[in-house]
């Protein structure tokens, strides 16, 4: 299932690595997050060598919803309550200013991604849940983020209420992340496809990085996969979950013009935009998001097709496609150090859903720690951080259902297949049939091959 973006994506395609090479930054992961770094630092005369297990941009960037804004949902109130005011004008200024360092290097670079700027809105269709957005509101004002409550959008819908975020942006992720690449290879960077990263190796305050058919040494190691590859020391996989969100794409066959892009604030969660292709837009819904692994109840894809058509009954669906995303505990992405006893290795994962502006977030800071600038908001991200503890129903639910997983298979003593991360047994997922791991989500091909990690072992081998 590819994503439009995918789909509609620039055919250029990179080598495969076969050959030794050294680096002064080898960058595992070639989507929104590691092609930003590559990018900053080739711009700096950094050596820099991008690995990508499979085609630029063909996970979660590749099917993400291109939203460029500092709007989160409702999570100013959450994160003024979890780490204090500053704090969360902090998130707030960090994410303004990684949408507008995207809107530059887009217009320095003229990269043509369908950049507009466009105004965010988290409605309700809940009569209870009209307050939670008046309390954001109220705490946005507090914190001098400029926010307003309308009671009307655009979409064909009523509802309760919405909380807008005026001069936010959207674009087509792919062809940014393919237009940012042009400048990588001008400025002396390699960038590898179909070149999965087998092992990572500390050799003489070097990195070896190896493939099938060949090996990277690099003197800093930039851990951009989504999920971390890397199981040990960072222990990210008792620290985040992944969930899976369904997209459909369609043709409402109306000229559909919106003010904005759309979330909801209760669940099911809907998210809506207008797709540009040619004269036309498209309207893109995403949603339904399960913690992969899980069990899925009815069809999803069909009710997002379902609320499509109440909105617009003569619409036709053109595209669909799944995105998986790192769910940290605390809602804050871990970006930075990926351990405190591994020097020179930096790690982005954890986006919550909002992977654009964190991953520029995290292409600055993991830049300034290799160049050994400051940056001001790398302690808010900080990988390392114990206060994600306070959120301790969810650290429970994890541990229960990783120990669960392990258990099940010992006592079975065959239940197949196992994941070949954690050895979590798999459940099948009859929608896209694939197997999943509930533990820490990582996805396989009906026939055992890695669609997602963080396993990086097919099932057979
Ligand atoms: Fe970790 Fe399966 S993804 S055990």
């Given at each position: 299932m590819n994503s439009y973006w995918n789909e509609n994506k620039d055919t250029r395609e990179y080598p495969k690595l076969k050959q030794n090479i050294s680096a002064d930054v080898a960058i595992i992961g070639g989507g929104l997050t590691g092609i930003q770094t590559a990018y900053y630092l080739a711009n700096r005369g950094l050596k820099v060598v991008v690995l990508e297990?499979?085609?630029?941009?063909?996970?979660t960037s590749g099917g993400s919803t291109g939203k460029i804004t500092s709007?989160?949902?409702?999570i100013y109130k959450y994160l003024k309550d979890l780490n204090g005011k500053e704090y969360a004008k902090k998130y707030y200024n960090a994410n303004e200013e990684a949408k507008e360092n995207i809107i530059k290097i887009i217009n320095k670079e003229k990269i043509d991604c369908d950049l507009e700027m466009k105004n965010a809105y988290v409605f309700t269709?809940?009569?209870?849940?009209v307050q939670n957005i008046k309390q954001e509101i109220e705490y946005t004002k507090k914190l001098n983020i400029p926010s307003e409550f309308v009671n009307?959008?655009?979409?064909?819908i009523d509802i309760y209420g919405a909380i807008k975020f005026e001069n936010q942006a959207q674009f087509d992720p792919v062809k940014y992340v393919y237009g940012l690449t042009k400048s990588i290879i001008k400025n002396g960077g390699e960038i590898y496809e179909n070149s999965k990263v087998l092992e990572t190796v500390e050799d003489d305050g070097r990195y070896n990085i190896t493939t099938k058919e060949g090996m990277v040494r690099a003197t800093h190691l930039v851990i951009a996969t989504r999920y971390p590859?890397?199981?040990?020391?960072?222990?990210?996989f008792i620290k985040m979950y992944q969930s899976t969100s369904y997209a459909v794409l369609v043709d409402t066959n109306t000229d559909l013009e919106f003010d904005g892009y759309y979330i909801n604030s209760e669940t099911p969660v809907l998210s809506f935009r207008t797709v540009k292709s040619g004269d036309k837009n498209l309207l893109l819904a995403v949603g339904y998001d399960y913690k992969t692994g899980s069990e899925i109840v009815g069809n999803p894809f069909e009710y997002l097709k379902a609320r499509i058509k109440k909105m617009y009954p003569e619409a036709k669906v053109l595209n669909t496609w799944t995105a998986e995303d790192c769910i940290s505990l605390d809602k804050i992405p871990y970006i930075g150090d990926?351990?405190?006893?591994?020097?020179?290795c930096y790690v982005a994962t954890?986006?919550?859903?909002?992977?654009i502006t964190s991953s520029n977030i995290a292409a600055k800071i993991i830049t300034d720690k290799i160049l050994g600038n400051e940056n001001e908001y790398e302690e808010i991200f900080e990988?390392?951080?114990?206060?994600?503890?306070?959120?301790k129903d969810e650290v429970m639910n994890m541990l229960k259902e990783a120990g669960e997983g392990i258990v099940l298979q010992r006592i079975k003593?065959?239940?197949?297949?196992?994941?070949?991360?954690?050895?979590c047994k798999l459940s099948w997922n009859?929608?896209?049939e694939i197997w999943e791991c509930s533990c820490h989500g990582s996805k396989f091909t009906k026939r055992g091959f890695v669609l997602e990690g963080p396993a990086v072992k097919d099932l057979e081998e």
């Open positions: 297990k499979d085609k630029l941009c063909s996970g709007q989160h949902g409702l269709e809940v009569e209870k849940e009307k959008i655009d979409l064909p590859i890397i199981r040990f020391p960072g222990y990210y990926f351990s405190d006893i591994m020097d020179n954890g986006f919550n859903k909002w992977g990988s390392s951080r114990l206060g994600i503890i306070k959120n003593g065959k239940p197949t297949p196992t994941c070949t991360h954690l050895g009859p929608l896209e």
